[in-house]
T-cell receptor, first 115, second 115 residues
Framework: AQTVTQSQPEMSVQEAETVTLSCTYDTSESDYYLFWYKQPPSRQMILVIRQEAYKQQNATENRFSVNFQKAAKSFSLKISDSQLGDAAMYFC????????????FGKGTSLLVTP | EPEVTQTPSHQVTQMGQEVILRCVPISNHLYFYWYRQILGQKVEFLVSFYNNEISEKSEIFDDQFSVERPDGSNFTLKIRSTKLEDSAMYFCAGASGTGGTDTQYFGPGTRLTVL
């Protein structure tokens, strides 16, 4: 069975500061992919960043980067220079090759950005 | 940039009624998914669909649910006899492949309220 755990229900960051959202996962498979999705108040799910488990290099997308620790099964998201528009729910998701095509989501972290 | 669209944005129905939720995927997508999110909970996989067949389904996707692609563009989710617990946000997603990094792009969701 696969599990995705986001232990921080809520986080807060000041504008222009950096925040890190935590995600841990469990899978017995060696080939898998990890994703962070953002869900703003409009509730649309927007891909933020993705990471292939076989890649050692951490993925980055502009102000968003991940810290992927495969041995620890940890996949945290760092948001640099936080902006008011970053305020949203953030979901970590896991997809394994041998478990079909479905994304397995964590419960989410609500990020508040204060001016 | 092409987007996944969903209609209606909000559907209110009486318990026991049938509802059809509609999705128009991005034109080059071949793999389609439905997920749901009960308010305050995580996003859950319902079903995946490829080549006019269900590829995979979760325990949630029981006989009350069905999917089809009636005209080669729309992708629908039907709930035959709605229950109160079907109240949720329903998301359609599509992908161009199932390779490791083929990203699932989500629609804006349909909020279903069962009274």
């Amino acid at each position: 069975a696969q599990t995705v755990t986001q232990s921080q229900p809520e986080m807060s960051v000041q504008e222009a500061e950096t925040v890190t959202l935590s995600c841990t996962y469990d899978t017995s498979e060696s080939d898998y992919y990890l994703f962070w999705y953002k869900q703003p108040p409009s509730r649309q799910m927007i891909l933020v960043i993705r990471q292939e488990a076989y890649k050692q290099q951490n993925a980055t997308e502009n102000r968003f980067s991940v810290n992927f620790q495969k041995a620890a099964k940890s996949f945290s998201l760092k948001i640099s220079d936080s902006q008011l528009g970053d305020a949203a729910m953030y979901f970590c998701a896991l997809r394994t090759v041998n478990s079909g095509y479905a994304l397995n989501f964590g419960k989410g972290t609500s990020l508040l950005v204060t001016p | 940039e092409p987007e996944v669209t969903q209609t209606p944005s909000h559907q209110v129905t009486q318990m026991g009624q049938e509802v059809i939720l509609r999705c128009v995927p991005i034109s080059n997508h071949l793999y389609f998914y439905w997920y749901r999110q009960i308010l305050g909970q995580k996003v859950e996989f319902l079903v995946s669909f490829y080549n006019n067949e269900i590829s995979e389904k979760s325990e949630i996707f029981d006989d009350q649910f069905s999917v089809e692609r009636p005209d080669g563009s729309n992708f629908t989710l039907k709930i035959r006899s709605t229950k109160l617990e079907d109240s949720a946000m329903y998301f359609c997603a599509g992908a161009s492949g199932t390779g490791g990094t083929d990203t699932q792009y989500f629609g804006p969701g349909t909020r279903l309220t069962v009274l």
